[in-house]
């Protein structure tokens, strides 16, 4: 079944401390992207990769880092969180192409910084 | 930055009734996509429609495209209570650039 997966789904953590939440995909895709969701904010990117090695800034990447080693895997790093950074993550997939393609999405993962 | 908004932010419609929801956006696109999201999952896509297009149908849906008012409507036939969802609009302005969603109409239907 063609899905993106993300890990944890839910996670409570304490400021400062770092945490990695892991984003996976089957569909062979090349370009991969991560949002953070907040009441009355909508959907907001975080960051994106056209390819392997290759990831550039959404519009709101202070405090997040992503790495692309593989095709599949496109992980989001918090070094030091910060409460601010309580929301709801979603890690998106969808192939490269200039026609327009649509995009996969993971079923979210609830980040509670304290 | 914010490229698509959605107007209205809530709506509520009995079911059986049809729900149209609209998208405006600031600059030129490749194309413009609508996508659903259940209260606190995934957003699953709906309808692509390209900047050469000017309606196309899925199904209950029906998208509309205006490019020289830069705007986006979504209409949802014959309601039912599963309808009820938060939609978003998110846009494309060229083909490898990032999608760009709006704020999200939050729609309720009532049986």
């Known amino acids: 079944e063609a899905q993106v997966t993300q890990n944890p789904r839910y996670l409570i953590t304490v400021t400062g401390k770092k945490l990695t939440v892991t984003c996976s995909q089957n569909m062979n895709h090349e370009y991969m992207s991560w949002y953070r969701q907040d009441p009355g904010l909508g959907l907001r990117q975080i960051y994106y990769?056209?390819?392997?090695?290759?990831?550039d800034k959404g519009d709101v990447p202070e405090g997040y880092k992503v790495s692309r080693k593989e095709k599949r895997n496109f992980p989001l790093i918090l070094e030091s969180p910060s409460p601010n950074q309580t929301s709801l993550y979603f890690c998106a997939s969808r192939p490269s192409g200039g026609g327009g393609t649509e995009a996969f999405f993971g079923q979210g993962t609830r980040l509670t910084v304290v | 930055s914010q490229q698509g908004e959605e107007d209205p932010q809530a709506l509520s419609i009995q079911e059986g009734e049809n729900a149209t929801m609209n998208c405006s956006y600031k600059?030129?696109?490749?194309?413009l996509q609508w996508y659903r999201q259940n209260s606190g999952r995934g957003l699953v896509h709906l309808i692509l429609i390209r900047s050469n297009e000017r309606e196309k149908h899925s199904g209950r849906l029906r998208v509309t495209l205006d490019t020289s008012k830069k705007s986006s409507s979504l209409l949802i036939t014959a309601s039912r209570a599963a309808d009820t969802a938060s939609y978003f609009c998110?846009?494309?302005?060229?083909?490898?650039?990032?999608?760009?969603f709006g704020k999200g109409t939050r729609l309720s239907v009532i049986a």
């Open positions: 600059t030129s696109i490749n194309n």
């Open positions: 990769s056209m390819n392997v090695e290759v990831t």
């Open positions: 998110a846009t494309v302005i060229s083909g490898n650039t990032p999608l760009v």
